[in-house]
C-alpha cells in the first residue's frame, strides 16, 4: 500500500471488554512501532519490533497490553479487559530500518473510547 | 532520559504571515536527530522536516525552516507564507543516534491556526 494503515478508525467499547486494534505497515518496512496518544499525557512510545520481535516492550503500561506481529508484516495491538484510561489514539508507524535510518512514517491512528 | 518541551499549547497566524513555534530539549547525548511533525484533524502524523546535531546548516524544506541552535538545545519551526492548510497540531520529536536507540520522544505539541 500507499501508506501505513490501522483499523478501526475509531473503536468504543465498554469497560472490561477486549479489544485488538490492527497495522498495517508499508509494505518492506522491516521497523514497526506502536505509540499512544493521550490527553494530558501527549504521545508515548509503547512497543517496537524489528521484523517479528519485540526487543522493547517496555512502554507497554501494564500486563493488559500485549502486541504481535506476523510474516514480518500485520500487527496486532491487543488491550484485554479494558480500562477508561485505556482511552487514547493509538498511532502505529513504520520504517525501513531500525532507528535514524529510517524516517518512521505513521498511521491515521485509532482512536479508542472505553465507555 | 531525554525530554522535549514545547511550551506554546496553541499559536494563531493570518494567512500569508509568518508563525515561529518553539522547542526546547535536553539530552546528554551528543549525537541525535530531530523532528517536526505535522498532525492535521485528519490524526495522519506527517514528517515536515528532519535536522541531524551534526549539522551545522538549518534545515529547510520549502516554506519550512528551522533555527537549531545546539548550545542551548533549542530547535524552532519557522512557517512561512502560511497556508489554510497548514492548520494542525505541530510535535517537536527527538531520537538519540545510538545504535539501540529508536524510540522518538515527543514534546507535547503546538496547535496552530491560519486564518483566512
Not at chain 1, 31 to 54: C, H, K, P, T, V
Not at chain 1, 85 to 113: H, K, M, N, W
Not at chain 2, 34 to 44: E, N
Not at chain 2, 76 to 86: E, F, V, W
Request: with cysteine.
Amino acid at each position: 500500500g500507499a501508506g501505513v494503515s490501522q483499523s478501526p478508525s475509531n473503536k468504543v467499547t465498554e469497560k472490561g471488554k477486549d479489544v485488538e486494534l490492527r497495522c498495517d505497515p508499508i509494505s518492506g518496512h522491516t521497523a514497526l512501532y506502536w505509540y499512544r496518544q493521550s490527553l494530558g499525557q501527549g504521545l508515548e512510545f509503547l512497543i517496537y519490533f524489528q521484523g517479528n520481535s519485540a526487543p522493547d516492550k517496555s512502554g507497554l503500561p501494564s500486563d493488559r497490553f500485549s502486541a504481535e506481529r506476523t510474516g514480518g508484516s500485520v500487527s496486532t495491538l491487543t488491550i484485554q479487559r479494558t480500562q477508561q484510561e485505556d482511552s487514547a489514539v493509538y498511532l502505529c508507524a513504520s520504517s525501513l530500518a531500525r532507528g535514524i535510518q529510517g524516517t518512521q512514517y505513521f498511521g491515521p491512528g485509532t482512536r479508542l473510547l472505553v465507555l | 532520559a531525554q525530554t522535549v518541551t514545547q511550551s506554546q499549547p496553541e499559536m494563531s497566524v493570518q494567512e500569508a504571515e509568518t508563525v515561529t513555534l518553539s522547542c526546547t530539549y535536553d539530552t546528554s547525548e551528543n549525537n541525535y536527530y530531530l523532528f517536526w511533525y505535522k498532525q492535521p484533524p485528519s490524526r495522519q502524523m506527517i514528517l515536515v522536516i528532519r535536522q541531524e546535531a551534526y549539522k551545522q546548516q538549518n534545515a529547510t524544506e520549502n516554506r519550512f525552516s528551522v533555527n537549531f541552535q545546539k548550545a542551548a538545545k533549542s530547535f524552532s519551526l519557522k512557517i512561512s507564507d502560511s497556508q489554510l492548510g497548514d492548520t494542525a497540531m505541530y510535535f517537536c520529536a527527538f531520537m538519540a543516534d545510538l545504535s539501540n536507540d529508536y524510540k522518538l520522544s515527543f514534546g507535547a505539541g503546538t496547535t496552530v491556526t491560519v486564518r483566512a
